[in-house]
């Protein structure tokens, strides 16, 4: 995976802009990501799958930001949404419905309304009660629904367990041992038509086995599904390729599909993937600013100025995050000698009122109040999970370009906070 961060004697660059001259421009806490880093991980598969017809489909879950969007749309990439908001953000971005497919446990009728109205190419279904209001929907736009079984191959992805889907005591998809009787039904409803299967068994794998798991009991389903006549145009086996945090080793788009194609080799079926993380994690980085350093005795506390609401992974998932000063620095200025910051190990927590507030945990590090720090590996899950909790603006997103940089959302200001509110009539006496 391209990483977007590179260091020069200890300052730190997105491509060949320094994120000091960022921290400066825009404030902090800020989200910066990369174009070409973006652009390249989203290469890696589409070079990867050069041999064999394939559509992928981003996340758009990860990173919804319509700068994000419309730099994969130059490149040819699809979607996967989970809701008619990331729909809208797709168009608005330049893409192209015809290439979505819409993911997600509990679509409304609106939703696949408007869905239908653009005609995507497909909904991902999650359960038989779906299929029916999908069919009567449909019915009532006077549309035909194409229509992929998201099916749960019970396959442990082993990672944490809030991002795996592909268990049976999961929420997501069909029991893959009653998606055959599911299919037959789906066959004989008048609006709908059904085009492919799907699964996505979690998030955040570094392994390649359970891939190869989930896709094998697809395509021992694929083949039954053929012998009771029912023949599909395509096979999405979902996102979940991990990155790299801290010292994890997950294999490249390239090693992952070589995996893959193998098992697909005599079969005329487009391969479609969802890939998330591994598009836009390591594109993106956070900056923020310490604010205060502090002790108690046993800990210290570098409180910074971006909290849980801006970047929420460390606090729901115990995610690790890396987190560097973006420069060197003064610590080599002999003459500025009471701010030489002196290495230790901080808690670097923000200011929410919540003990799990925080970003990072005994980490060693070398800093004074004033420094600006970058969290590395935030392009994902980051800014899109992120909550006005604590009457907090949210942060702005920048995305870089070569040295070209562009403010693609602002910072959220108090007026924007406060607009969707009213106080109650005043009381009558
Ligand atoms: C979240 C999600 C993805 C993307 O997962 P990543 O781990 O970010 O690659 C793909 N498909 C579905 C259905 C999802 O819910």
Not at 21 to 31: L, V
Not at 157 to 165: D, E, F, K, L
Not at 209 to 229: C, H, I, N, Y
Not at 391 to 417: F, H, K
Request: proline residues 4%.
């Amino acid at each position: 995976m391209h990483h977007a961060v590179s260091s020069q004697d200890g300052n730190l660059f997105i491509e060949s802009t320094s994120l000091s001259s960022i921290a400066s421009q825009f404030g902090t806490p800020c989200y910066v990501y990369s174009k070409a880093a973006i652009s390249n991980n989203f290469l890696a598969y589409q070079s990867a799958l050069a041999d064999k017809e394939h559509l992928i489909c981003y996340a758009v879950k990860a990173n919804s930001n319509i700068a994000v969007l419309q730099t994969l749309v130059e490149l040819g990439a699809g979607f996967d949404i989970v809701s008619i908001g990331e729909l809208e953000r797709v168009l608005r971005a330049g893409g192209n419905p015809a290439k979505v497919v819409f993911s997600g446990v509990a679509k409304t009728a609106s939703e696949m309304q408007r869905a239908l109205e653009l005609g995507i190419h497909c909904f991902n279904v999650e359960s038989e009660a779906e299929l029916e209001l999908l069919n009567s929907t449909a019915a009532s736009c006077d549309a035909i629904a194409a229509v992929s079984l998201r099916v749960n191959p019970d396959v442990d992805a082993q990672t944490h367990p809030y991002i795996s889907t592909g268990l049976k005591e999961n929420k997501f998809g069909i029991d893959i041992n009653l998606a055959a009787k599911v299919y037959q039904r789906a066959a004989q409803m008048a609006h709908i038509n059904v085009v492919g299967v799907d699964c996505h068994i979690g998030s955040q794998l570094v392994d390649i086995a359970p891939f190869v798991a989930a896709l094998e009991r697809l395509l021992a389903l694929v083949d039954e599904l053929a012998g009771l006549g029912i023949a599909l145009q395509h096979i999405d086996i979902g996102g979940g390729l991990g990155v790299r945090y801290d010292n994890e080793q997950p294999p490249t788009p390239q090693s992952y599909m070589s995996a893959i194609l193998p098992l697909l080799t005599d079969r005329s079926e487009t391969l479609v993937l969802e890939p998330g993380r591994s598009i836009t994690a390591n594109a993106g980085v956070m900056l923020t600013q310490v604010q205060y350093l502090k002790s108690n005795g046993e800990k210290n506390f570098a409180i910074v100025d971006a909290a849980m609401n801006d970047m929420i992974r460390p606090a729901l998932y115990q995610a690790w995050m890396d987190i560097q000063p973006i420069s060197a620095g003064n610590s080599d200025n002999a003459v500025a000698e009471s701010a030489v910051a002196k290495s230790a190990v901080y808690d670097v927590v923000g200011p929410v009122c919540e003990t799990g507030d925080f970003l990072a945990k005994d980490r060693s590090l070398a800093i004074s109040a004033g420094d600006y720090l970058c969290l590395m590996s935030a392009g994902a899950y980051g800014f899109v999970m992120s909550s006005n909790y604590n009457s907090r603006p949210r942060a702005p997103e920048v995305m870089v370009d070569g040295n070209q940089v562009y403010l693609v959302r602002r910072r959220e200001t108090i007026e924007d906070l406060l607009s969707g509110e009213s106080l109650l009539p005043a009381a009558v006496r």
